[in-house]
């Protein structure tokens, strides 16, 4: 055998391996177990350890691209807020243009599941430009000049019952959750809202993003941090409430072992022509 | 003139920030922070308006000389005005506007970012050999880290996340720190030279 051809395997066989992998579990799931990692479980005992009515501050901080992967974390906190009672701030300053309908999609369907109502228990206060560092800055003392006084829908914010409990962050904002894509992300929520207030601040950022933050998760700076659709699973396990996360796990499971399977074999036909050569 | 103002107005406006932030004025310092808050974020709006008219001129300069690929550049300048109209007779959060945002632009999004999933795998399959030993050493914790964020990682070879947890969170946080505090001093000192006068390239009359 030609050993030397299996580093020239025609990438459009690559692609569709792939395309069956991805495709074959969302029809017939495996289902195999997910393992719970140590910054997953540091997420969800930051939220669990909050008084029940606690106020948490979800800013969902993402783009199209990575969405699929930080949707379900905003679905599974709202969930783990809701069965605390907690109630639910939410933002989007990453994108105009979905970052806060895709919030309002994910928090609204776990609401209404739960029981839990717009204006009582969340509220979506919607993107705003500029938000690092001026409005984060702003948040801190007035929530409702940051704001401009109004929801993302431009509702005005006097007439919803949660923002009469909620003036500022400062007082009324018991822990942060931010997922992150870029900027504004994590790294500002940690530089101007939760270090000045001594605020927890926790959330979930896009695989490629993770790597990148590790630093301050061990420095405690981050308490725990959910990784791309991995960290959306577990923590849907933890909370025994699957969802797109776990969904997703085996698609990437068969995604992964045939890029791995490609590579060894790319590497045999590599060294087969080294001996050649 | 023209090259010292905003020169003089950078240098006055860090220094201002600057006292405010590192020194306790009392309630001065809050609200002047507050409202330079406010500055920003009124002057980054204007700051929009370069985007789409910067987007316009070369899109139309394309269309107007029938350069290569003028007709995407004709999609583009119609596809805006439509998208604009609509946006401002409907409202930002009107239902034709949200189906425009969700169902349209939101797909193509996602869809030309996942396609970049195939293109990375097709990428590793070229070019991740074992060359040398950086190259074995990235090869080899790719590998683990790939097998670590899937479950069938731990199903093939147990305790397989946890490796992969670890090498995230120690060598790979080594690695990020030293990057961090490397790329924060040097920001320093490039605007320590913005603020002295000493960079001006900014001003658009060179170094």
Redesign the interface.
């Given at each position: 055998m030609n050993w030397q051809k299996l580093?020239w395997?025609d990438?459009r066989i690559?692609?569709v391996i792939?395309?069956l992998c991805l495709l074959i579990p969302m029809f017939k799931p495996i289902g195999?177990?997910?393992?719970i990692?140590?910054?997953t479980r540091k997420v969800f005992e930051a939220i669990e350890s909050l008084p029940d009515g606690s106020v948490i501050w979800v800013s969902h901080d993402t783009?199209?691209?990575?969405?699929?992967e930080l949707n379900p974390m905003i679905s599974a906190v709202a969930r783990q807020a809701f069965r605390k009672n907690c109630k639910i701030i939410a933002t989007s300053f990453f994108n105009e243009?979905?970052g806060p309908?895709l919030t309002q999609e994910y928090i609204e369907s776990v609401a209404k599941e739960m029981g839990k109502e717009y204006g009582v228990d969340w509220i979506n206060l919607g993107y705003?430009?500029?938000a690092s560092?001026?409005?984060l800055?702003?948040l801190i003392?007035d929530i409702n000049k940051a704001m401009s006084g109004v929801d993302?829908?431009?509702e005005p914010l006097d007439k919803f019952p949660i923002m009469k409990e909620v003036k500022s962050i400062r007082n009324d904002v018991d822990l942060i959750f931010v997922t992150t894509v870029g900027t504004p992300g994590y790294g500002d929520w940690m530089t101007y809202v939760a270090e000045p207030l001594g605020k927890p601040l926790t959330g979930g950022a896009s695989?490629t993003m993770?790597?990148?933050l590790?630093?301050y998760?061990?420095s405690g700076q981050l308490k725990g941090f959910l990784?791309?659709l991995?960290g959306a699973a577990e923590y849907e396990q933890l909370l025994k409430a699957p969802g797109k996360g776990l969904a997703g796990?085996?698609a990437?499971?068969?995604?992964?072992?045939?890029?791995?399977i490609?590579?060894i074999?790319?590497?045999i036909g590599?060294?087969a022509s080294r001996k050649k050569a | 003139m023209k090259r010292q103002l905003p020169i003089i107005i950078v240098f006055v406006t860090a220094l201002f920030v600057m006292v405010t932030k590192f020194f306790d004025l009392g309630t001065f310092s809050k609200t002047a922070q507050d409202e330079l808050n406010l500055w920003i974020t009124v002057s980054s709006v204007f700051a929009f308006l370069l985007g789409p008219i910067n987007l316009v001129r070369l899109h139309w300069s394309n269309v107007e000389k029938k350069r290569p690929n003028w007709v995407y550049s004709a999609i583009l300048l119609v596809v805006l005005v439509i998208s604009t109209i609509i946006m401002f007779v409907d409202g930002v959060n009107g239902k034709v506007s949200l189906f425009i945002v969700d169902k349209i632009a939101n797909r193509i999004d996602s869809a030309i970012y996942a396609m970049l999933g195939f293109y990375v795998c097709s990428a590793a399959y070229r070019s991740f050999k074992l060359k040398n030993t950086e190259a074995s050493i990235l090869l080899i914790s790719a590998v683990i880290l790939m097998l670590g964020q899937a479950p069938i990682g731990d199903a093939i070879i147990p305790n397989t996340s946890k490796l992969a947890e670890w090498i995230l969170t120690v060598p790979n946080s080594a690695g990020m720190r030293g990057i961090r505090i490397g790329a924060s001093i040097g920001a320093f000192a490039a605007s320590i030279r913005v603020i002295l006068g000493l960079e001006r390239s900014w001003t658009g009359t060179g170094s």
């Open positions: 580093q395997i990438v690559l692609y792939i395309l195999l177990p997910v393992s990692s140590e910054n783009g199209p691209g990575n969405a699929p243009m979905v309908a705003r430009v500029n560092p001026a409005i800055q702003l003392d993302w829908k431009g695989l993770y790597s990148g590790q630093q998760i061990r990784g791309g991995r796990m085996d990437q499971s068969l995604g992964h072992l045939t890029v791995i490609f590579l074999l790319g590497n590599y060294f | -």
